[in-house]
C-alpha cells in the first residue's frame, strides 16, 4: 500500500467551478502534511501547509481528518491558471516527506 | 525569499560523461535533499543532508554521488550513467532536516542520457 494516495484525475472542470481533492494517508503518526502544485515540466511549488485546525489561504482551503486519516484540497472559483497537478504530502516514519502520486487538474473555458 | 537555484537547466550526456549538477540556496536552510522525478511520477528522494552531512541515501547507485560543499551548496556528480537515469533532478532546501518543515524546490535540471 502507498503511503499516500490520491486519485490521478484529470478532474475536467468549468472555470468558475469548486473542485475538491482528497488524498488518503497510512502512516498514522504522520505529523505534517502539505499540497504542493506543480506544473507540466516545472518544479513542485508549495501551496500550503495542511494545518490539524484546518486553513485557507483565499479561494484554497486545506482540511485535515486525522480519524479518518485524509487530507483535502478545496478550490474554489476555479482559473484557467489553476491547471496544474496537485501533490498531497505527508512524512513517512522517518520524517521524511512522502509524495501522492498527483491529482492532475484541467480547468476549461 | 524562497529561491533554490540549479544548474544547468539542461543536460545531455552520453553513458561514459562525467558532469555534475549544482544547486544553490541563500535562506540560511541546514538541509539539502536530491530528487529524481520521471514524467508522471512524483519526486523521489535520493539524497539528504543535514548541516553539511549526508544524513540519508535511499539506496542511490554509486554512479551519483553526492557532495555538499558548504551549507548553501549541493552538487551531484554524475558518470557512467544509464539511459533510464534520463529524469528531472530537483534540488530542494528546508529550515532543519524534520518533516514539518516546508521543503523547497529548484526548479530542477532536466537530464538526457544517450
Known amino acids: 500500500r502507498k503511503e499516500v494516495e490520491q486519485d490521478p484525475g484529470p478532474f475536467n472542470v468549468p472555470e468558475g467551478a469548486t473542485v475538491a481533492f482528497n488524498c488518503t494517508y497510512s502512516?498514522?503518526?504522520?505529523?505534517?502534511f502539505f499540497w504542493y502544485r506543480q506544473d507540466c515540466r516545472k518544479e513542485p511549488k508549495l501551496l500550503m501547509s495542511?494545518?490539524?485546525s484546518g486553513n485557507e489561504d483565499g479561494r484554497f482551503t486545506a482540511q485535515l481528518n486525522r480519524a479518518s486519516q485524509y487530507i483535502s484540497l478545496l478550490i474554489r472559483d476555479s482559473k484557467l491558471s489553476d491547471s496544474a497537478t496537485y501533490l498531497c504530502?505527508?512524512?513517512?516514519?522517518?520524517?521524511?516527506?512522502?509524495f501522492g502520486g498527483g491529482t492532475r487538474l484541467m480547468v476549461k473555458p | 525569499d524562497t529561491e533554490v537555484t540549479q544548474t544547468p537547466k539542461h543536460l545531455v550526456m552520453g553513458m561514459t560523461n562525467k558532469k555534475s549538477l549544482k544547486c544553490e540556496q541563500h535562506m540560511g536552510h541546514r538541509a539539502m535533499y536530491w530528487y529524481k522525478q520521471k514524467a508522471k511520477k512524483p519526486p523521489e528522494l535520493m539524497f539528504v543532508y543535514s548541516y553539511e552531512k549526508l544524513s540519508i541515501n535511499e539506496s542511490v547507485p554509486s554512479r551519483f554521488s553526492p557532495e555538499c560543499p558548504n551549507s548553501s551548496l549541493l552538487n551531484l556528480h554524475l558518470h557512467a550513467l544509464q539511459p533510464e537515469d534520463s529524469a528531472l533532478y530537483l534540488c530542494?532546501?528546508?529550515?532543519?532536516?524534520?518533516?514539518?518543515?516546508?521543503?523547497?524546490f529548484g526548479p530542477g535540471t532536466r537530464l538526457t542520457v544517450t
Open positions: 502512516n498514522s503518526a504522520s505529523q505534517s
Open positions: 495542511v494545518y490539524s
Open positions: 504530502v505527508g512524512t513517512n516514519a522517518g520524517n521524511m516527506l512522502t
Open positions: 530542494a532546501s528546508s529550515q532543519v532536516r524534520h518533516g514539518s518543515y516546508e521543503q523547497y
